[in-house]
């Protein structure tokens, strides 16, 4: 199968190994990856804070570069839930008939990566191997907009040398927010120390997700507090293999 790696900005200038991961991980599982070159950002900052008319060009140019490929994946459900739920709505409030239309088209072909891995390519084993105690954080936006469910939690039950504990309080948001935790920090900040105590409360290694920007978020304040727990995006897991796992700090 051929599919289009839908990047997002975090992962692009800030984490792209969970990028990185996710192209491993779908070639060792034998299929193409490619990469639109002219993707930039897809628009959610801008819709989230407001400034919905500047997100138009950038719906527009998303859908046009992507619009060609039958499948796209993104490591990121933050992102995959704004092209699902607000590309075609930004559209639509603009009067683009002809871009709500392309726009709902390409949301119906995008998925985020564990919805890619379980629903269309039908695997859960995907031949992982990372001997680590692992704790899973559900993001809001996976959880409530994309509804993934347990895929992730049922892919990492597969990996081999993993052993997964559940995160108490797993449904309660980390306190990220992208413009939340700038806006409302102290809110952020208290939110932020109940994640962080349910986190350590598992005794895990690491603490996985499948957006880099909550990651970033609760890895940021277990490394304030030196806990020596580390973060891990949930593609890099996956496209683990033993002898990567060997080497890794």
């Known amino acids: 199968m051929r599919i289009a790696l839908f990047v997002t900005c975090l992962a ?25 070159p002219e993707q930039t950002c897809c628009g959610q900052m801008h819709i989230n804070t407001g400034y919905r008319s500047d997100a138009v060009p950038l719906v527009r140019r998303h859908v046009r570069v992507f619009d060609p490929y039958d499948v796209i994946v993104a490591p990121s459900g933050s992102c995959v839930g704004s092209v699902r739920h607000q590309h075609a709505m930004v559209a639509r409030r603009a009067g683009d008939t002809s871009l709500t239309s392309r726009a709902e088209s390409v949301a119906a072909r995008t998925y985020e990566l564990s919805e890619l891995l379980v629903d269309v390519l039908g695997v859960t084993d995907v031949g992982a191997y990372f001997p680590h105690r692992v704790t899973y954080h559900p993001t809001c936006h996976s959880l409530r907009m994309l509804r993934v469910g347990d895929r992730p939690r049922a892919l990492l039950r597969e990996v081999r040398g993993l052993d997964l504990v559940e995160l108490p309080a797993a449904e309660q948001c980390c306190g990220f927010g992208g413009t939340f935790a700038v806006k409302n920090a102290e809110t952020s900040t208290a939110m932020l120390a109940d994640k962080m105590r349910h986190v350590l409360s598992t005794g ?7 957006d880099a920007s909550c990651l970033m978020h609760i890895g940021g304040g277990l490394s304030r507090l030196r806990t020596g727990v580390r973060t891990v995006h949930l593609a890099e897991i996956l496209a683990s293999t033993e002898h990567e796992s060997a080497v890794r700090p």
């Open 12 to 36: 692009d200038t800030m984490f792209p190994q969970a990028a990185m991961a996710t192209v491993r991980l779908l070639e060792r599982l034998g299929h193409e990856v490619v990469f639109p």
């Open 204 to 210: 895990a290694d690491v603490c996985t997700a499948s």
